[in-house]
């Protein structure tokens, strides 16, 4: 099965941006207008808010308090809450082309979670897939390693296609547990900082191109890889898709 891979960086309009690109690649599957599609990537600092979390009477302080720790604050594309992305993190997200996406969720939760925790153990790491006990952006795919969440998985269908997507945070376990401190305390969310976790926590020193590497290994045992990019018509598209994604806290 073919896979097209995107990894290209480029400079951003706006914070919205990154997520707004990834909805436009769902279309575009979803249309039949690009194959299924991975893309992976670093990605800019930014809290990522799930619909549970806009709706909270507390999400204006809650982005407020983003934006206080210098993370830009946006609007997810898949289901969960506040998840922190950073410069340590990785980002990916696989758009699929499916006649009717209700069908085969939980199979790929299973997927995405196996080729996660696979990756990890290929480094050395014993991961495991599941929820801790107070893991922030609680979910049953998780992917955690020395009692610390390490990759979070969530998934949004549209007509024709389903996107499955997380981060994975190779480094720096405080810039995530310190900026979700005050959002969660805004949002009343209970969890336990002592779960949130780093690659390098559990493995030592790790370079981000060699996990990227490891998880496109594991990919590569299940589809036939080619290489795509996000044209200017992609682009132009996602502008115009950034302010579905921007906060809207008045």
């Known amino acids: 099965m073919q896979l097209e891979v995107i990894r ?23 249309d039949g207008l690009r194959p299924d599609t991975l893309r992976i990537h670093i990605p800019p600092r930014v809290v990522a808010f799930g619909r549970r979390d ?3 009477p507390g999400y204006p302080a809650a982005v407020e308090a983003s934006l206080a720790q210098g993370f830009s604050a946006v609007e997810r594309l898949a289901g969960g809450r506040a998840a922190v992305f950073h410069e340590g993190t990785i980002a990916f997200a696989m758009a699929s082309s499916i006649p009717d996406p209700r069908l085969g969720i939980t199979e790929r939760f299973e997927i995405m979670a196996k080729l996660m925790r696979d ?31 390490l990759v979070g998985i969530g998934q949004r269908l549209i007509r024709g ?54 998880v496109l290994g594991q990919f590569e045992q299940m589809f036939h890889l080619t290489r795509g990019q996000v044209d200017t018509g992609t682009e132009a598209a996602a502008v115009e898709r950034m302010s579905d994604h921007q906060p809207g806290v008045g």
């Not at 960086?9 to 436009?24: C, E, H, K, L, N």
């Not at 790491?125 to 390693?145: D, W």
């Not at 547990?177 to 030592?204: C, F, H, K, M």
């Open 119 to 149: 990756a990890l153990v290929t480094l050395g790491i014993r991961a495991e897939i599941g929820e801790l006990p107070g893991e922030y952006c609680p979910g049953r795919y998780s992917v955690h390693a020395g009692g610390r969440k």
């Open 8 to 30: 290209q960086r480029y400079d951003s309009p706006g914070p919205a941006f990154d997520t707004a690109v990834s909805r436009q690649i769902l279309q575009e599957v979803a």
């Open 161 to 214: 296609a389903a996107h499955v997507g997380g981060v994975m945070v190779v480094k720096d376990s405080n810039a995530v547990r310190s900026v979700l401190l005050p959002v969660y305390e805004a949002l009343q969310l209970a969890w336990d900082p002592d779960t949130t976790g780093a690659i390098e926590d559990v493995s030592g020193n790790i370079a981000v191109s060699d996990v990227i590497d490891s």
């Open 54 to 56: 806009v709706v909270a």
